[in-house]
């Protein structure tokens, strides 16, 4: 349906959200908020529930109204453009299928809308249910559809009309582990073969990793690193991001003394050195990937008790026993049985390795 | 799992039984009555009742006047439940009251009520003139059209609720879904929320036409004897006329009316329920 276009990576700002914010009831749930995303992208908005990646969404679909700031696709203002003109098709959590429509119908609704005619719409229906395979369900009530089926529908209903923005929110949180990871890489090959630019919004960082070519981490309104996944897992631009984006060995200490980009840290468990240079006396977090993370001496050497050995088949996960708000981990690969809890290990990682974020960034 | 639901079954026979022995049984008897003389099987008070124009004149005006009742109480009540089932806290609270209150303000007072604004000298007539709408005052107590009016004041709450129960319930994102495919407001209207709530619709056009069809005291206060309904008539049978069989007649004839509109009524509600 859409001709194939080069996609980039924000650089066109195909999608520009510029300086938006939105209060309820006086309640501030974004302010200054700066998004921009590139044709053919297909991004993600992760953070925890409740920092107002739903408020985002209806924002850009204009289905909440922004109370400042401005919207902008493909170089047009469409901040004050009603949701129905905007082209902008959405794919709720819950699906919204309208419980009154077979699936044909529901499929055939964004047509309808735009004024043809029920007979008209036959073939378009029928390409978009074989798109999602669905086209045995065509004649069925929405009702009687599984979770899985229910989503291929509002699926090929939001396809049908050539959108030229597809938001999704949370659109995996209703299916199990499963299904989700078959329907990511099938939504996923879907929408790369249109070269739809498409936002996904979700809480899990897995499908966020797996699905898009950026990942806008949000927080309390904030967008705290917009990156590729690699980038925010080996570069993390706040603890924020590093813990949710992936698990990490985390230290929490005070910096006792630092030369030119290199700190000595007190911690819980004995001085450990990382890159950075602070003021002495500031209270900074580490962190290390946990496959950074060995059981050898290395350039900061830890003794750890260990509270749990957890054998995961292609990999094994050291937990030591740490002080709250810390966390020991450490992972070796394959599937490693010579550790039990209670042993002592030696955790062993390189400065160049550690992450170090000053404490309530 | 049977034999549980059976046993929960039983919950329903007290308002089953209280139902057969206020309300079928005399009915029945009263419908028995209507098709008999002199304890013979007999159809003639039907034919006689229908031979009369002046009766066929009054079954019209009572299915006309019950049917534009409705027709306006739909009119009012549809806009008033889109806005209900919107509100929120101190506003929903509001409107619930401003629905059930006047439900404890006794027809009677609000019949008085009304011919203060209604008559000719009333208080909408002196509004009218002195706006230079009408020159003469208009005669509005004593019409149909003031029943009607009056009737759709009284039974509104009955098409407000069901229609706004339902509303409520819908799924805030269909009309969203909607317009995010390129549903103008009017497409989303037409085609979302109307058949939505169509159910409840038909539940309270169902509730204010049986209730329409079969009023006496609205009817009694606001047009008097002049213009009868088939109430006023069954009334009239039985209190003046002691003519037992007519009033059981009309009483039967009225019935049936109710009983078929509820019975299609409940038949549209279930069919549009089981597409959804
Ligand atoms: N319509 C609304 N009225 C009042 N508060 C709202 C409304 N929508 C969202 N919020 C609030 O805004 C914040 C962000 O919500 P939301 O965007 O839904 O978060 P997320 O999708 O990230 O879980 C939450 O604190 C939520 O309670
Ligand atoms: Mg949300």
Same mark, same amino acid.
């Given at each position: 349906?859409?001709?194939?276009?080069? /996609?980039?990576?924000?650089?066109? =700002?195909?999608?520009?959200?510029?300086?938006?914010?939105k209060a309820f009831k #006086?309640t501030?749930v974004?302010? #200054?908020?700066?998004?921009?995303?590139?044709?053919?992208?297909?991004?993600?908005?992760?953070?925890?529930? #409740?920092?107002?990646?739903t408020t !985002?969404l209806r924002i850009?679909a204009g289905l909440t109204t922004?109370?400042?700031?401005?919207?902008?696709?493909?170089?047009?203002?469409?901040?004050?453009?009603p949701a129905h003109?905007?082209?902008?098709?959405v794919v709720f959590q819950s699906y919204a299928l309208f419980p009154h429509l077979?699936?044909?119908e529901n499929?055939?609704f964004g047509?309808r809308a $735009?004024? %043809?005619?029920?007979?008209?719409?036959?073939?378009?229906?029928?390409?978009?249910?074989?798109?999602? $395979?669905?086209?045995?369900?065509?004649?069925?009530k929405v009702a009687?559809?599984? #979770?899985?089926?229910q989503?291929?529908?509002a699926?090929?209903r939001?396809?049908?009309?050539?959108?030229?923005?597809?938001?999704?929110d949370?659109?995996?949180?209703?299916?199990?582990? =499963?299904?989700?990871?078959?329907?990511?890489?099938?939504?996923?090959?879907?929408?790369?073969? /249109?070269?739809?630019?498409?936002?996904?919004?979700?809480?899990?960082?897995?499908?966020?990793?797996?699905?898009?070519?950026?990942?806008?981490?949000?927080?309390?309104?904030?967008?705290?690193?917009?990156?590729?996944?690699?980038?925010?897992?080996? /570069?993390?631009?706040?603890?924020?991001?590093?813990?949710?984006?992936?698990?990490?060995? $985390?230290?929490?200490?005070?910096?006792?003394?630092?030369?030119?980009?290199?700190?000595?840290?007190?911690?819980?468990?004995?001085?450990? %050195?990382?890159?950075?240079?602070?003021?002495?006396?500031?209270?900074?977090?580490?962190?290390?990937?946990?496959?950074?993370?060995?059981?050898?001496?290395?350039?900061?050497?830890?003794?750890?008790?260990?509270?749990?050995?957890?054998?995961?088949?292609?990999?094994?996960? !050291? %937990?030591?026993?740490?002080?709250?708000?810390? /966390? !020991?981990?450490?992972?070796?690969?394959?599937?490693?049985?010579?550790?039990?809890?209670?042993?002592?290990?030696?955790?062993?990682?390189?400065?160049?390795?550690?992450?170090?974020?000053?404490?309530?960034? | 799992?049977?034999?549980?639901?059976?046993?929960?079954?039983?919950?329903?026979?007290?308002? &089953?039984?209280? &139902?057969?022995?206020?309300?079928?049984?005399?009915?029945? *008897?009263? &419908? @028995?009555?209507?098709?008999?003389?002199?304890?013979?099987?007999?159809?003639?008070?039907?034919? +006689?009742?229908?031979?009369?124009?002046?009766?066929?004149?009054? @079954?019209?005006?009572?299915?006309?006047?019950?049917?534009?009742t409705t027709g306006l109480a739909l009119i009012i009540a549809y806009p008033t439940a889109i806005v209900m089932a919107r509100a929120k806290g101190f506003w929903l609270s509001v409107f619930l009251v401003a629905m059930v209150l006047p439900m404890s303000?006794?027809?009677?007072?609000?019949?008085? +009520?009304?011919?203060?604004?209604?008559?000719?000298?009333?208080?909408?007539?002196?509004?009218?003139?002195? &706006?230079?709408?009408?020159?003469?005052?208009?005669?509005?107590?004593?019409?149909?059209?003031?029943?009607?009016i009056?009737a759709a004041n009284v039974f509104l709450p009955f098409m407000v609720l069901p229609i706004y129960a339902v509303l409520r319930q819908m799924d805030s994102r269909l009309p969203e879904a909607a317009a995010s495919l390129g549903a103008t407001p009017v497409f989303r209207f037409m085609n979302v929320t109307l058949p939505l709530s169509l159910p409840g619709v038909v539940a309270g056009c169902a509730f204010t036409f049986s209730l329409a069809?079969? *009023?006496?005291?609205?009817?009694?206060?606001?047009?008097?004897?002049?213009?009868?309904?088939?109430?006023?008539?069954? +009334?009239?049978?039985?209190?003046?006329?002691?003519?037992? +069989?007519?009033?059981?007649?009309?009483?039967?004839?009225?019935?049936?009316?109710?009983?078929?509109?509820v019975?299609?009524s409940s038949?549209a509600a279930n069919r549009l329920g089981a597409r959804q």
């Open positions: 349906m859409a001709p194939p276009a080069p /996609r980039d990576m924000g650089d066109s =700002k195909y999608l520009d959200v510029n300086a938006v914010g #006086g501030s974004m302010s #200054g908020m700066d998004f921009r995303v590139g044709r053919g992208e297909l991004v993600s908005l992760l953070g925890p529930s #409740g920092c107002g990646k !985002l850009i922004a109370d400042s700031g401005e919207v902008l696709l493909d170089g047009r203002a469409i901040t004050s453009a003109k905007r082209n902008i098709s077979t699936v044909a499929v055939a047509l $735009r004024g %043809h005619a029920k007979t008209d719409c036959g073939p378009k229906v029928a390409e978009a249910l074989a798109l999602v $395979r669905m086209s045995d369900f065509a004649e069925r009687a559809l599984s #979770g899985g089926q989503q291929r529908v699926v090929a939001a396809l049908i009309v050539d959108p030229v923005l597809l938001l999704l949370e659109p995996f949180s209703a299916l199990d582990r =499963k299904l989700r990871e078959t329907m990511q890489v099938e939504l996923k090959t879907l929408l790369r073969d /249109r070269n739809m630019t498409a936002i996904f919004v979700t809480h899990d960082q897995d499908e966020a990793m797996g699905v898009s070519d950026r990942i806008a981490v949000m927080n309390a309104g904030q967008i705290e690193q917009f990156a590729t996944p690699s980038e925010l897992y080996a /570069r993390p631009a706040s603890a924020f991001v590093m813990d949710f984006v992936g698990l990490s060995t $985390r230290l929490n200490g005070e910096v006792i003394e630092s030369t030119e980009n290199r700190s000595t840290i007190r911690s819980a468990y004995g001085t450990v %050195h990382a890159p950075g240079t602070f003021v002495p006396g500031t209270k900074v977090t580490i962190g290390v990937r946990p496959e950074l993370v060995k059981t050898r001496a290395a350039e900061n050497t830890l003794r750890v008790t260990l509270a749990d050995a957890m054998v995961l088949g292609s990999k094994t996960q !050291l %937990h030591g026993r740490a002080e709250a708000g810390d /966390r !020991l981990l450490c992972e070796v690969p394959g599937m490693n049985s010579d550790y039990a809890p209670g042993d002592t290990v030696t955790f062993g990682w390189d400065v160049a390795d550690s992450l170090v974020y000053e404490t309530g960034t | 799992m049977t034999g549980r639901a059976e046993r929960i079954g039983l919950l329903a026979l007290p308002g &089953l039984s209280f &139902l057969a022995v206020i309300y079928a049984l005399p009915l029945f *008897m009263l &419908l @028995l009555k209507s098709v008999q003389i002199d304890g013979q099987f007999s159809f003639a008070e039907y034919v +006689a009742f229908f031979s009369d124009s002046y009766n066929l004149s009054v @079954l019209w005006r009572t299915v006309r006047v019950a049917l534009l303000v006794g027809v009677v007072v609000k019949a008085f +009520a009304w011919t203060i604004l209604f008559r000719t000298r009333g208080v909408l007539n002196d509004t009218l003139m002195s &706006l230079g709408i009408t020159d003469a005052p208009i005669r509005m107590l004593f019409t149909e059209t003031a029943l009607i009056g069809i079969s *009023m006496y005291v609205i009817p009694s206060l606001i047009v008097g004897e002049r213009q009868q309904t088939l109430s006023m008539l069954t +009334a009239r049978s039985f209190l003046y006329l002691r003519n037992e +069989a007519l009033g059981a007649t009309i009483s039967s004839i009225l019935l049936l009316i109710a009983i078929s509109v019975l299609t038949w």
